[in-house]
């Protein structure tokens, strides 16, 4: 049966048939591939659309990624405005739009693939900062690319603490302009995408001075490149920082401003405005600049860490069963590697934790969605949360999936190694994550800082946001676990991460206030607490997966099949994280010793388990083979082929090795002479 449904779309194998030791595993799945695949695209419809679009982005030549790993920098870049350019082309043909549902699965056809998504955060902050008036002027200039637009807030010098920022915006009252500039070197725009070579316009942050008086970060739209010939506008110095680890088609760029000025209206002021006379109105709340970050970071979660993390649990277990090395019994043939417990236990954990993000993505955006309801009703009381959980799942997920997906390239061995798996692109991409829109560090602690505040207000009585109720629960000292099956009931384990999660956060705000009355100024006492504070948010936010997940297994009643698999998964993400972080579950004795034993049986029982049904969990994923653009996890599983096949693409394969007439030659030949 899951032969028949996985058969229907065979992913655009190129090689013909499928590797025996692949198909069989597809054989023996416990469960409805496609069934799985419609359930996590929230219903058999949008499969079909997911898979329709796929298939138009795929059957268009300008959208090949074929060679990609044989490019330079400038033929990547190029390569990503043909795409984007086409891009709009092929969505008004298709009748697809930027805010439809379509947009996802373009992107994650391209991989992301593609310039101008930095335009994206241009239109997305002029909504959402923008005034009425701003938005019917900026958006249909934006959206039909009259103009490309950038974000530029990081500089030089600082990064996530926006009230650090440099650059200068001062209210010149006589010309009703706001006069730019970049002080300092530390002050330079530096890393904003599209900035370096495409972008004519963007939302720049700079502090506000009106009448001498800071007001802070405010955004403001600056032209910085002519709409006639693209050259740079006058005060304007722009250009590209130069090679990264990855993002190659990216122009990360750098700006210096000189005395440029721009219009009063050119404020971004649905919550803000400097009237004609000077006089500065706010509206709703001040951390309300912090809402593009906000969805910026929502967003980035599904797209550039659970889909990289899908794709390399794909490729390293689809890999992982076609590969075979040594005997596991002596007189048989070599044995799958995915059949060595060491290997499932480097590869199974990664994927159950790939579905439990999938499931808490889904979760944070749902937040979002209330939370911006809200907002638009100027009702702004669901900010600190959604501030607080953007940026602490943002830490969590990009950490927890770059080291993920680490262990499924070097799962892989040597063939994991190069740049044809897919593997190490999809590393740096992820490793990027943990560094753009927020450094984990300080996100984990802006995390900590309301968990401390919900703590302190809960212990007193007083109401807190639903996600952080438990903070006031009053749970057992000890975990009731009995036996080893005890710890597969997700009452025992989420119990327990509530129990570890709730302990730190409260001894952490013990030792907090401690230090405050024992003088310590309350800077310094935040200071001596703050790795215990990143712990503590750490655990909040693995809590909240692990709580997540299993709801989200117990409304799958209707859907045995998959509930018993997805339960199975749930259970191995929850032990992992016992068996894994032992010290903190076992700090206060709440489990013990033999507990912790009894974890770890369970924890490697299912092992054994989940091996039974990974490639039918990685098939559910519905990657094809050109999004996977991997010669080691394509559907067909004919590994070694297409190694070989596609290192014969390498343009060093087609010419004659430049080193040879200037170097070797002369090298051989003087030796040939003494022969």
Same mark, same amino acid.
């Given at each position: 049966?899951?032969?028949?449904?996985?058969?229907?779309?065979?992913?655009?194998?190129?090689?013909?048939?499928v590797n025996?030791?692949?198909?069989?595993?597809?054989?023996?799945?416990?469960?409805?591939?496609?069934?799985?695949?419609?359930?996590?695209?929230?219903?058999?419809?949008?499969?079909?659309?997911?898979?329709?679009?796929?298939?138009?982005?795929?059957?268009?030549?300008?959208?090949?990624?074929?060679?990609?790993?044989?490019?330079?920098?400038?033929?990547?870049?190029?390569?990503?405005?043909?795409?984007?350019?086409?891009?709009?082309?092929?969505?008004?043909?298709?009748?697809?739009?930027?805010?439809?549902?379509?947009?996802?699965?373009?992107?994650?056809? $391209?991989s992301?693939?593609?310039?101008?998504?930095?335009?994206?955060?241009f239109?997305?902050?002029?909504?959402?900062?923008?005034?009425?008036?701003?938005?019917?002027?900026?958006? &249909?200039?934006?959206?039909?690319?009259? $103009?490309?637009?950038?974000?530029?807030?990081?500089?030089?010098?600082?990064?996530?603490?926006?009230?650090?920022?440099?650059?200068?915006?001062?209210?010149?009252?006589?010309?009703?302009?706001?006069?730019l500039?970049?002080p300092?070197?530390?002050a330079?725009?530096?890393?904003?995408?599209?900035?370096?070579?495409?972008?004519?316009?963007?939302?720049?942050?700079?502090?506000?001075?009106?009448?001498?008086?800071?007001?802070?970060p405010?955004?403001?739209?600056?032209?910085?490149?002519?709409?006639?010939?693209?050259?740079?506008?006058?005060?304007?110095?722009?250009?590209? #920082?130069?090679?990264?680890?990855?993002?190659?088609?990216?122009?990360?760029?750098?700006?210096?401003?000189?005395?440029?000025?721009?219009?009063?209206?050119?404020?971004?002021?649905k919550?803000?405005? @400097?009237?004609?006379?000077?006089?500065?109105?706010?509206?709703?709340?001040?951390?309300?600049?912090?809402?593009?970050?906000?969805?910026?970071?929502?967003?980035?979660?599904?797209?550039?860490? @659970? %889909?990289?993390?899908?794709k390399?649990?794909?490729?390293?277990?689809?890999?992982?069963?076609?590969?075979?090395?040594s005997?596991?019994?002596?007189?048989?043939?070599?044995?799958?590697?995915?059949?060595?417990?060491?290997?499932?236990?480097?590869?199974?954990?990664?994927?159950?934790?790939?579905?439990?993000?999938?499931?808490?993505?889904?979760?944070?955006?749902?937040?979002?969605?209330?939370?911006?309801?809200?907002?638009?009703?100027?009702?702004?009381?669901?900010?600190?949360?959604?501030?607080?959980?953007?940026?602490?799942?943002?830490?969590?997920?990009?950490?927890?999936?770059?080291?993920?997906?680490?262990?499924?390239?070097?799962?892989?061995?040597?063939?994991?190694?190069?740049?044809l798996?897919?593997?190490?692109?999809?590393?740096?991409?992820?490793?990027?994550?943990? %560094?753009?829109?927020?450094?984990?560090?300080?996100?984990?602690?802006?995390?900590?800082r309301?968990? #401390?505040?919900?703590?302190?207000?809960?212990?007193?009585?007083?109401?807190?946001?639903?996600?952080?109720?438990?903070?006031?629960?009053?749970?057992?000292?000890?975990? &009731?676990?009995?036996?080893?099956?005890?710890?597969?009931?997700?009452?025992?384990?989420?119990?327990?991460?509530?129990?570890?999660?709730?302990?730190?956060?409260?001894?952490?705000?013990?030792?907090?206030?401690?230090?405050?009355?024992?003088?310590?100024?309350?800077?310094?006492?935040?200071?001596?607490?703050? @790795?215990?504070?990143?712990?503590?948010?750490?655990?909040?936010?693995?809590?909240?997966?692990?709580?997540?997940?299993?709801?989200?297994?117990?409304?799958?009643?209707?859907?045995?099949?998959?509930?018993?698999?997805?339960?199975?998964?749930?259970?191995?993400?929850?032990?992992?994280?016992?068996?894994?972080n032992?010290?903190?579950?076992?700090?206060?004795?709440?489990?013990?010793?033999?507990?912790?034993?009894?974890?770890?049986?369970?924890y490697?029982?299912?092992?054994?388990?989940?091996?039974?049904?990974? @490639?039918?969990?990685?098939?559910a994923?519905?990657?094809?083979?050109k999004?996977?653009?991997?010669?080691?996890?394509?559907?067909?599983?004919?590994?070694?082929?297409?190694?070989?096949?596609?290192?014969?693409?390498?343009?060093?394969?087609?010419?004659?090795?430049?080193?040879?007439?200037?170097?070797?030659?002369?090298?051989?030949?003087?030796?040939l002479s003494?022969?």
């Open positions: 049966m899951a032969l028949m449904e996985t058969g229907k779309y065979s992913q655009g194998s190129v090689l013909g048939s025996p030791d692949l198909a069989g595993e597809r054989q023996t799945a416990s469960f409805s591939v496609e069934k799985l695949t419609a359930w996590l695209d929230g219903g058999a419809e949008r499969t079909q659309l997911r898979r329709a679009v796929v298939k138009a982005i795929e059957r268009d030549p300008v959208f090949s990624r074929e060679n990609q790993y044989f490019q330079s920098q400038n033929e990547r870049y190029e390569a990503a405005v043909r795409k984007a350019v086409h891009l709009q082309k092929k969505m008004h043909e298709m009748g697809w739009t930027d805010d439809g549902p379509e947009f996802k699965y373009i992107y994650r056809a $391209l992301g693939d593609l310039a101008f998504l930095l335009h994206r955060i239109i997305r902050s002029i909504s959402v900062l923008g005034s009425d008036k701003q938005i019917a002027k900026w958006i &249909p200039l934006a959206t039909q690319y009259q $103009l490309i637009g950038s974000y530029a807030q990081t500089e030089l010098g600082h990064g996530t603490y926006l009230q650090g920022l440099e650059t200068t915006a001062v209210f010149d009252i006589s010309t009703q302009e706001f006069v500039n970049t300092n070197i530390s330079m725009k530096w890393w904003p995408g599209d900035m370096g070579r495409s972008a004519t316009h963007t939302v720049v942050f700079a502090q506000l001075y009106v009448n001498g008086k800071c007001y802070g405010h955004p403001f739209i600056v032209q910085i490149r002519s709409l006639q010939d693209h050259s740079l506008c006058p005060g304007i110095t722009a250009g590209d #920082i130069g090679p990264k680890m990855n993002f190659e088609h990216i122009d990360n760029g750098y700006l210096m401003l000189q005395n440029v000025r721009v219009p009063r209206e050119n404020m971004l002021s919550f803000c405005e @400097v009237q004609p006379d000077g006089t500065y109105v706010r509206r709703g709340s001040q951390k309300i600049n912090y809402f593009t970050m906000t969805t910026v970071r929502i967003s980035l979660i599904s797209d550039e860490v @659970v %889909i990289p993390l899908m390399a649990c794909t490729i390293a277990i689809r890999y992982s069963v076609v590969r075979r090395q005997k596991l019994k002596p007189g048989e043939q070599e044995a799958k590697i995915l059949d060595y417990q060491t290997q499932q236990e480097k590869l199974l954990p990664q994927l159950a934790a790939a579905y439990a993000f999938y499931f808490i993505s889904d979760y944070l955006q749902e937040l979002f969605n209330k939370g911006y309801r809200e907002i638009q009703r100027k009702n702004f009381d669901m900010l600190p949360e959604l501030h607080a959980f953007s940026s602490g799942f943002k830490a969590m997920i990009t950490q927890y999936g770059t080291s993920a997906v680490e262990i499924c390239l070097q799962a892989c061995g040597g063939h994991g190694y190069s740049l798996s897919g593997l190490p692109s999809l590393y740096t991409k992820i490793f990027a994550s943990c %560094i753009y829109e927020g450094e984990n560090t300080i996100l984990l602690l802006q995390t900590a309301f968990l #401390i505040k919900c703590f302190m207000a809960a212990s007193t009585g007083q109401p807190v946001p639903p996600s952080v109720t438990y903070l006031a629960a009053v749970t057992p000292e000890k975990c &009731p676990a009995k036996n080893k099956l005890d710890f597969l009931s997700p009452d025992i384990y989420t119990e327990a991460y509530q129990h570890m999660a709730a302990r730190l956060i409260s001894s952490t705000a013990a030792k907090l206030q401690d230090l405050i009355q024992s003088g310590v100024k309350k800077h310094d006492a935040w200071n001596q607490c703050t @790795v215990q504070l990143a712990q503590a948010a750490k655990a909040h936010c693995h809590y909240i997966t692990v709580k997540n997940f299993a709801e989200t297994v117990e409304k799958l009643e209707t859907q045995p099949g998959i509930q018993k698999i997805m339960k199975h998964l749930c259970d191995l993400f929850a032990l992992h994280g016992i068996f894994s032992a010290g903190v579950f076992l700090h206060d004795g709440y489990i013990s010793g033999a507990q912790m034993d009894m974890v770890t049986a369970s490697l029982d299912l092992l054994a388990v989940i091996r039974k049904d990974a @490639v039918p969990l990685v098939d994923f519905d990657f094809t083979d999004t996977l653009n991997s010669a080691l996890g394509s559907y067909d599983g004919q590994v070694y082929q297409r190694l070989y096949e596609w290192a014969q693409k390498s343009p060093t394969n087609k010419q004659m090795s430049p080193a040879y007439e200037r170097y070797l030659k002369p090298l051989l030949h003087k030796t003494k022969l």
